[in-house]
């Protein structure tokens, strides 16, 4: 599902509440919570309008089938870029896989956003 992105380069994070009604269609909060990997009350919270944590954020637009980037205001390449930059965690037992893949995915969207910004600056 491809979304438009805003003037300002993203989407207002109220909009992901409206996605996740739209893409219920009726169902329940439970089957729809069951096929996005959250609990039915996270759901539900962030479908009133609550701002998830970063780990839900990543399953709800992975659910959603859109680009968290849209929300973050970061541009993405097309192109499949060598990264200069890898993130690297200490296998901790509270950490879960999600919750690095995500925290991965945020450094280096920052970077991009870092780069994307000094590019700007040197442009000016």
Same mark, same amino acid.
């Given at each position: 599902m491809a979304l438009p992105i805003e003037d300002q380069g993203r989407l207002p994070i109220e909009e992901l509440g409206r =996605?996740? &009604?739209?893409?219920?269609? !009726?169902? !329940?909060i439970r089957a729809a919570a069951l096929e996005a990997n959250v609990s039915p009350a996270? =759901? &539900?919270?962030?479908? #009133?309008? #609550?701002v998830p944590d970063l780990a839900t954020f990543a399953k709800i637009c992975r659910w =959603?089938?859109?680009?968290?980037?849209q929300f973050l205001g970061v541009e993405t390449s097309t192109a499949q870029e060598e990264r200069p930059a890898v993130v690297h965690f200490r296998k901790k037992k509270t950490v879960s896989t999600d919750t690095a893949t995500s925290l991965g995915a945020l450094i280096l969207a920052a970077q991009d956003a870092l780069h994307a910004h000094l590019k700007t600056l040197q442009q000016q």
């Open positions: =996605l996740i &009604s739209r893409k219920r269609e !009726g169902r !329940g996270t =759901l &539900s919270r962030v479908e #009133n309008g #609550n =959603l089938e859109i680009d968290p980037a």
